[in-house]
Every structure is written in structure tokens, then in C-alpha cells.
């Protein structure tokens, strides 16, 4: 049997995390994947996921070269830049992952230059969409090893969790992290203006992150308070797009934009700004 590590940066369970866990559910009879990350929500939800999870400081260069001695993987996949890079310093043989294009891919600056290291250490280098090639300062030394992977999503599953029941209906749905990226306080913004034509719009918002009690506070100074419902972090949040009529992707940048995809499995519209992934 073969085997194969994803190794994750962070401890919480998004977009990226969620695409490395369902790639290791359907790997072939004949691998054995495993999820390395370090101990919080991401490791708690691969692991409810019947997923192969390791605890691993992934910041550490050590605890890297641990795991990957334990396990003696035919594979690595490093997620997202940080990981890709924390790889290439423990000099073992990897596939960068990227799955988002981040503003700083145009400049010159220490992460660009970082990635362009990546891009020389690995053995290939995977995008979620062509944008993040594209737009890469250094597309040049990335083209060389890159290839376009777009997000794998189960529809089947996605549909049989949507099915679960909420008390609540919402016109508006927001689903992602609290964080720049994903734009939420411009989300909350979206719904101050809309409430002066409709004062009874209601919209949920599913997610964690460092914005979250400043978006709540904006919510309140606002006057949203009825308006907007905070749901945090929940493993299914496919029922509450069911249950709402239209998503919102407030992101500034997206290297794939996985929750629109989720949305239209669900037969939902959803509103966006023309970025990265969610354009090509």
C-alpha cells in the first residue's frame, strides 16, 4: 500500500482543509492517506470524517521531519505557500499545493520571493485555477511545474447534508472565514444597505476567524441585530444555504471560490465580486 501526507499549517477546518480531507476519502483502494496538522477544530473534523489524522506541529521544522520519518510517505501534498515553503526547509520531497491568490502574488516582496523557493524545490506545483499562475509575479519559474487541479467537491454528500432541517429561512447566506480574504464586515455592509428597502431582510453568516467580534460589533452599531444571525463555525453549513435564497461571496480575492460551487450544487444563486478563481 502506498501512502501519501497532506500536510496542513493551520488548526481550523475551510476551504483548503476541507479540499485535502475529501482528497484522502477518495483516494484509490491502494492508498493511504494521512492528515497532518496541528491539534484544534481541523484535526476534530477530519477525524469525525473516518480521515487518518496526525498531530503535527506543522510550523516546526522538526515535528515535520518526525512525521514524515514515522510515516515514510510515497507522497506529500504541503498546502497553501506557508506549508509549501516550511517543506522546502525540511528538505523532504513535496507537491506544493496552492489554493488561493493572494495580493501580494504580484509584488515583489518576501513571500513572493519565498514561493519562487517552492517553486524550485518542489516536484510539482499544484493550483486550484489558472488565476494563481497567472498572477504570480515569478509565473515564470512557477509554469515550469505548475498545473491547474481544480477543487474536488462531493456532490452527493453536499446535497444529503443540506437536507438536514433549520428552524430559520434567510435571504442571504455568507459562509467562510472571518477574516480580510473573505471580506465580512463588507458582507454586513451589503445588508445595512439593503435594509433601507427591505427592513425585514435576514441573512446567516457561518464562520470564525479574527474579524468575527468586530463584524458582530459592526452588526449591532449598525442596527442589524435582528437582521443578522451569527452561526460560528458549523460542520454542516450546506443547511443553512439550503435554507437561504441567495449566497453571498464578499471575497476580495478567491482562489477558487468552493462555496459558489457548493451553492450551485444546492440549485442556489449566488452574488460575487469578479476575482480569481470565481472569474476563470
Same mark, same amino acid.
Request: net charge neutral; charged share 25%.
Given at each position: 500500500?502506498?501512502?501519501?501526507?497532506?500536510?496542513?499549517?493551520?488548526?481550523?477546518?475551510?476551504?483548503?482543509?476541507?479540499?485535502?480531507?475529501?482528497?484522502?476519502?477518495?483516494?484509490?483502494?491502494? @492508498?493511504?492517506?494521512?492528515?497532518?496538522?496541528?491539534?484544534?477544530?481541523?484535526?476534530?473534523?477530519?477525524?469525525?470524517?473516518?480521515?487518518?489524522?496526525?498531530?503535527?506541529?506543522?510550523? =516546526?521544522?522538526?515535528?515535520?521531519?518526525?512525521?514524515?520519518?514515522?510515516?515514510?510517505?510515497?507522497?506529500?501534498?504541503?498546502?497553501?505557500?506557508?506549508?509549501?515553503?516550511?517543506?522546502?526547509?525540511?528538505?523532504?520531497?513535496?507537491?506544493?499545493?496552492?489554493?488561493?491568490?493572494?495580493? @501580494?502574488?504580484?509584488? %515583489?516582496?518576501?513571500?513572493?520571493?519565498?514561493?519562487?523557493?517552492?517553486?524550485?524545490?518542489?516536484?510539482?506545483? %499544484?493550483?486550484?485555477?489558472?488565476?494563481?499562475?497567472?498572477?504570480?509575479?515569478?509565473?515564470?519559474?512557477?509554469?515550469?511545474?505548475?498545473?491547474?487541479?481544480?477543487?474536488?467537491?462531493?456532490?452527493?454528500?453536499?446535497?444529503?447534508?443540506?437536507?438536514?432541517?433549520?428552524?430559520?429561512?434567510? =435571504?442571504?447566506?455568507?459562509?467562510?472565514?472571518?477574516?480580510?480574504?473573505?471580506?465580512?464586515?463588507?458582507?454586513?455592509?451589503?445588508?445595512?444597505?439593503?435594509?433601507?428597502?427591505?427592513?425585514?431582510?435576514?441573512?446567516?453568516?457561518?464562520?470564525?476567524?479574527?474579524?468575527?467580534?468586530?463584524?458582530?460589533?459592526?452588526?449591532?452599531?449598525?442596527?442589524?441585530?435582528?437582521?443578522?444571525?451569527?452561526?460560528?463555525?458549523?460542520?454542516?453549513?450546506?443547511?443553512?444555504?439550503?435554507?437561504?435564497?441567495?449566497?453571498?461571496?464578499?471575497?476580495? @480575492?478567491?482562489?477558487?471560490?468552493?462555496?459558489?460551487?457548493?451553492?450551485?450544487?444546492?440549485?442556489?444563486?449566488?452574488?460575487?465580486?469578479?476575482?480569481?478563481?470565481?472569474?476563470?
Amino acid at each position: 500500500m502506498k501512502k501519501v501526507v497532506h500536510f496542513i499549517i493551520t488548526d481550523v477546518f475551510s476551504g483548503a482543509e476541507s479540499v485535502a480531507a475529501h482528497i484522502i476519502k477518495n483516494l484509490p483502494s491502494d @492508498w493511504q492517506g494521512f492528515y497532518a496538522a496541528p491539534e484544534g477544530r481541523g484535526l476534530e473534523t477530519v477525524r469525525a470524517m473516518g480521515v487518518n489524522a496526525i498531530p503535527c506541529n506543522t510550523s =516546526d521544522i522538526k515535528d515535520i521531519k518526525r512525521v514524515f520519518d514515522e510515516i515514510k510517505p510515497d507522497a506529500v501534498h504541503a498546502h497553501d505557500p506557508r506549508m509549501s515553503f516550511n517543506c522546502a526547509l525540511a528538505g523532504i520531497p513535496f507537491v506544493a499545493h496552492l489554493h488561493n491568490n493572494n495580493p @501580494w502574488l504580484r509584488k %515583489l516582496c518576501p513571500n513572493s520571493i519565498a514561493l519562487r523557493y517552492v517553486c524550485k524545490r518542489s516536484a510539482r506545483v %499544484l493550483c486550484v485555477s489558472q488565476s494563481i499562475i497567472d498572477e504570480y509575479i515569478f509565473k515564470g519559474s512557477m509554469v515550469k511545474k505548475a498545473e491547474v487541479l481544480y477543487n474536488c467537491v462531493d456532490a452527493d454528500e453536499v446535497k444529503n447534508l443540506a437536507a438536514e432541517p433549520v428552524s430559520d429561512k434567510f =435571504d442571504l447566506c455568507f459562509v467562510g472565514r472571518m477574516e480580510e480574504e473573505k471580506d465580512p464586515l463588507g458582507f454586513i455592509r451589503v445588508i445595512a444597505d439593503l435594509k433601507k428597502q427591505l427592513p425585514d431582510v435576514r441573512a446567516v453568516m457561518l464562520g470564525e476567524g479574527s474579524l468575527r467580534a468586530e463584524a458582530e460589533a459592526l452588526a449591532v452599531s449598525l442596527g442589524l441585530s435582528g437582521n443578522i444571525a451569527f452561526k460560528g463555525f458549523d460542520r454542516n453549513p450546506y443547511k443553512y444555504m439550503a435554507a437561504s435564497k441567495v449566497g453571498v461571496l464578499t471575497s476580495k @480575492w478567491e482562489g477558487f471560490g468552493l462555496v459558489a460551487v457548493e451553492q450551485l450544487i444546492l440549485s442556489k444563486p449566488f452574488v460575487a465580486y469578479p476575482v480569481g478563481g470565481l472569474v476563470n
